[in-house]
């Protein structure tokens, strides 16, 4: 398909074919007088890719959702969507879906008008919009509730009725704020499996910015975790839970109990002992692209206790200081004997084993792998 846009078009074509568009943004930078709230920021996201961004609140992710729709104007930078750079062009001549949290369903409008109402702003023929409004209702799974007003669905149907309406024209690029903030948490996960699989079958490329690290763990092939207006780090859910490269990073995505480190000795390549505070040795990997380091990394499902933590490379006696029961598994905190140092633990949780309570003794390890050398933020 032939995406050159000239100036004076000052559009981005739509698209009949159901490929997701490559989006480069280079040096998107914004300020509000001397406040940067979006630091220079670059990185590609790839056709049909879905690419979440994570943070805390005012960590940028939403400023650059913004600029990406046209809603907000970058400083400095460019935005190349298949090529095309798209700052100059008006959000409504973008062509991109966008789905928000409050769904913004027209109440006075059917469903069928709302998915269509796209469509009729782009004037097309009223046989054209009965048969995609037909098909996007079909893709969403709510054949024969077109003639129904919003307020007659439930949340996930309103849902889908935006999914559908972004989607309607075949966008290259679909971008979602927060799409699942309302929903309780039975609904959420249900749509969220929803969303990938709508997803999957347009083969769009979406931006989904989410404040749910788990949500955007489950349904995004990359993340990239924002923090006070920069990409702290980009990677595939299981890189950077398994390879955090900063303190934030290890912290911010899933659970870990961070050591800090006051000294290391290299024991052969990539493999470390690191004095931790307190007098205690730990036996360490460093992660890939980390030369120094000021923590250790543990995550709770790697830690053994009892009779299965004898022999790791790294074995201690504990305390139990809590013990809190979660649907399949126990999470213990463990201090190390004789230091301030405590551990998150969690196992899967047997009928057969009685859970252990604060003030027992017992047995706490973890593999050399499973320590990882981070290095400071």
């Not at 149907?157 to 024209?169: E, F, H, I, K, T």
């Amino acid at each position: 398909m032939n995406t050159h846009v000239s100036v004076r078009e000052g559009r981005i074509p739509e698209s009949n074919e159901r490929t997701g568009a490559v989006v480069e943004f280079k040096g998107v930078t914004k300020t509000y007088g001397a406040m940067c709230v979006l630091q220079p920021t670059s990185l590609t996201i790839d056709a049909g890719e879905f690419f979440a961004i994570i943070g805390p609140s005012g960590s940028g992710k939403s400023t650059l959702l913004g600029i990406t729709a046209g809603f907000v104007t970058p400083t400095e930078g460019s935005i190349l969507v298949d090529g095309v750079d798209v700052v100059s062009i008006p959000p409504y001549h973008r062509n991109f879906g966008m789905v928000f949290q409050n769904y913004s369903l027209f109440p006075h409008m059917t469903v069928a008008e709302n998915i269509g109402f796209p469509l009729r702003m782009r004037h097309c023929p009223k046989a054209d919009i009965a048969e995609k409004v037909a098909r996007a209702l079909s893709m969403v799974r709510l054949e024969g509730l077109g003639d129904r007003k919003p307020a007659q669905l439930s949340g996930g149907q309103q849902q889908r009725v935006a999914l559908a309406r972004a989607a309607v024209y075949n966008p290259r690029l679909l971008l979602m704020d927060e799409p699942l903030g309302a929903l309780d948490k039975n609904l959420r996960e249900e749509m969220q499996e929803e969303i990938k699989r709508f997803q999957q079958n347009l083969g769009v490329t979406v931006i989904y910015v989410t404040h749910d690290q788990h949500e955007a763990a489950y349904m995004a092939d990359r993340i990239a975790i924002m923090r006070s207006g920069t990409l702290e780090q980009i990677g595939s859910p299981r890189e950077l839970y398994e390879e955090p490269k900063t303190i934030f990073v290890a912290s911010f995505l899933g659970e870990a109990t961070l050591l800090p480190v006051t000294a290391l000795r290299k024991v052969a390549d990539g493999q470390i002992a690191a004095e931790i505070k307190g007098d205690l040795t730990v036996q360490a990997t460093a992660v890939p692209g980390t030369a120094t380091g000021k923590a250790l990394c543990i995550r709770p499902e790697s830690i053994a206790l009892g009779s299965a933590a004898a022999g790791l490379d790294n074995s201690f006696e504990g305390i139990v200081e809590d013990t809190v029961y979660t649907t399949g598994s126990v999470r213990y905190r463990i201090r190390l004997a004789d230091t301030a140092h405590v551990m998150t633990a969690r196992i899967p949780s047997r009928p057969d084993i009685a859970l252990m309570q604060p003030g027992d003794r017992v047995q706490i390890g973890w593999g050399r792998r499973d320590a990882l050398l981070i290095g400071e933020d």
